[in-house]
Antibody, heavy 121, light 107 residues
Framework: QVQLVESGGGVVQPGGSLRLSCAAS????????MHWVRQAPGKGLEWVAV????????YYGASVKGRFVISRDSSRNTLYLEMDSLRVEDTAVYYC??????????????WGQGTLVTVSS | EIVMTQSPATLSVSPGERATLSCRAS??????LAWYQQNPGQAPRLLIY???TRATGIPARFSGSGSETEFTLTISSLQSEDFAVYYC?????????FGGGTKVEIK
């Protein structure tokens, strides 16, 4: 079955950096677009970024563009999110998620359980 | 970016009753609209995609309708496990955006 396991969350000071990882299993990782979505405490869902199945295209939400970088290593079945210049408002649970269908941009079909990032001095 | 607006913010419904949730897009998203359910402390789960297609394993009491800018999620007869928060999301172009959510609570 599909498994997405996030790691790398923790407490970081404003202006700091953090790298999240997502280990994927149970599906053909190299054929699916992959996303990061976040949820601030007590708030709704905010889409963060997507990377195409082959890794050649990346798109970002306005609030993270220029600060976050999404990448993937299909040899390791792992998705990454490099976060720089972190702000207090980046505090959230970060979910790794996969496209519903292979080879084409579509909606999110499966979610990991999330990892908490706290930006605080 | 396309703004997704959900209404109402909170819906109070008795078990067994029907619930109707609305989602409006600030511009046309064609039928590229998904609905997700999120229970407290859990990750979201895909319910509906392409505006009206139920995802694998989703009960028939969940149905979606609409196109362009107006969409509806209907739960025909609420079960205890259906009391949760529901989000709509468009995937017509980048960036993807979610609505603010509708909380369905027990009346």
């Amino acid at each position: 079955q599909v498994q997405l396991v996030e790691s790398g969350g923790g407490v970081v000071q404003p202006g700091g950096s953090l790298r999240l990882s997502c280990a994927a299993s149970g599906f053909a990782f190299s054929t699916y677009g992959m996303h990061w979505v976040r949820q601030a405490p007590g708030k709704g869902l905010e889409w963060v970024a997507v990377i195409s199945y082959e890794g050649s295209k990346q798109y970002y939400g306005a609030s993270v563009k220029g600060r976050f970088v999404i990448s993937r290593d299909s040899s390791r079945n792992t998705l990454y999110l490099e976060m720089d210049s972190l702000r207090v408002e980046d505090t959230a649970v970060y979910y790794c998620a996969k496209d519903r269908a292979p080879y084409s941009g579509t909606c999110i079909g499966h979610w990991g359980q999330g990892t908490l990032v706290t930006v605080s001095s | 970016e396309i703004v997704m607006t959900q209404s109402p913010a909170t819906l109070s419904v008795s078990p067994g009753e029907r619930a109707t949730l609305s989602c409006r897009a600030s511009q046309s998203v064609s039928d590229k609209l998904a609905w997700y359910q999120q229970n407290p402390g859990q990750a979201p789960r895909l319910l509906i995609y392409d505006a009206s297609t139920r995802a694998t394993g989703i009960p028939a009491r969940f149905s979606g309708s609409g196109s362009e800018t107006e969409f509806t999620l209907t739960i025909s007869s609420l079960q205890s496990e259906d009391f949760a928060v529901y989000y709509c999301q468009h995937y017509n172009n980048w960036p993807l955006t979610f609505g603010g959510g509708t909380k369905v609570e027990i009346k």
